[in-house]
Nanobody
Framework: QVQLVESGGGLVQPGGSLRLSCAAS????????IGWFRQAPGKEREGVSC????????YYADSVKGRFTISWDNAKNTGYLQMSGLKPEDAAVYFC?????????????????????WGQGTQVTVSS
């Protein structure tokens, strides 16, 4: 059973940076997609970024493109979301998720219903 644990959230000033981590245990998949989502109070869960191990494709929401970078460390079974140039509107609970399968995200994000495993979330607050 795959378990995901996010960490790295916290309080940061506008313009600052954070790196979120998603540590996966029980993980022995060859093909998967790791996704990062966020949910602010009163808002729908939003897909932020995802990465496919099948073809190495990545996707970023327009709202974070150029500021966030997704990555995966095979040796550590850990995913990362490097966030820079943070804005108050980036404040939310951030979740990582994993979908089993050889998907591509070249043409767009993997639908949320395709994800099989979810972490518990980590809070990101952007405020001066």
């Amino acid at each position: 059973q795959v378990q995901l644990v996010e960490s790295g959230g916290g309080l940061v000033q506008p313009g600052g940076s954070l790196r979120l981590s998603c540590a996966a245990s029980g993980f022995s998949l060859n093909y998967y997609v790791i996704g990062w989502f966020r949910q602010a109070p009163g808002k729908e869960r939003e897909g932020v970024s995802c990465f496919s191990s099948g073809d190495g494709s990545t996707y970023y929401a327009d709202s974070v493109k150029g500021r966030f970078t997704i990555s995966w460390d095979n040796a550590k079974n850990t995913g990362y979301l490097q966030m820079s140039g943070l804005k108050p509107e980036d404040a939310a609970v951030y979740f990582c998720a994993v979908a089993r399968g050889a998907y591509t995200v070249l043409s767009g994000p993997l639908p949320v219903e395709e994800y099989d495993y979810w972490g518990q979330g980590t809070q990101v607050t952007v405020s001066s």
